[in-house]
Nanobody, 116 residues
Framework: VQLQAYGGGSVQAGGSLRLSCAAS????????MGWYLQAPENQRELVAT???????NYADSVKERFTISRDNAKNTVYLQMSSLKPEDTAVYYC???????????WGKGTLVTVSS
């Protein structure tokens, strides 16, 4: 299983970015896809997750600003980020969690930089 993330970049505070992450390979369709961020010298932390059935979960810091969605036919998860703040600056990673067996797969990160 491989995950490829796209869409990182630099933006000014208040701007928007959209991240995409496509999963390829063989995995069960009942899964959870999500986004995590890791700022310099900090631990990786949850941004948002979405189940294959569409149930979402968000970190409090991004509620009302970020929206996670997915296209099951394309095995792709998206993160629409709006009203970006400098503190959102981090490397963003996507993750696929397969419910049967509990396996986790991570993509390589994509850097998001928000300038004030």
């Amino acid at each position: 299983v491989q995950l490829q993330a796209y869409g990182g970049g630099s933006v000014q505070a208040g701007g928007s970015l959209r991240l995409s992450c496509a999963a390829s390979g063989n995995f069960a369709r009942f899964n959870v896809m999500g986004w995590y961020l890791q700022a310099p010298e900090n631990q990786r932390e949850l941004v948002a997750t979405i189940t294959s059935g569409g149930t979402t979960n968000y970190a409090d810091s991004v509620k009302e600003r970020f929206t996670i969605s997915r296209d099951n036919a394309k095995n792709t998860v998206y993160l629409q980020m709006s009203s970006l703040k400098p503190e959102d600056t981090a490397v963003y990673y996507c993750k696929l969690h397969v419910l049967l067996g509990g396996m986790d797969y991570w993509g390589k990160g994509t850097l998001v930089t928000v300038s004030s």
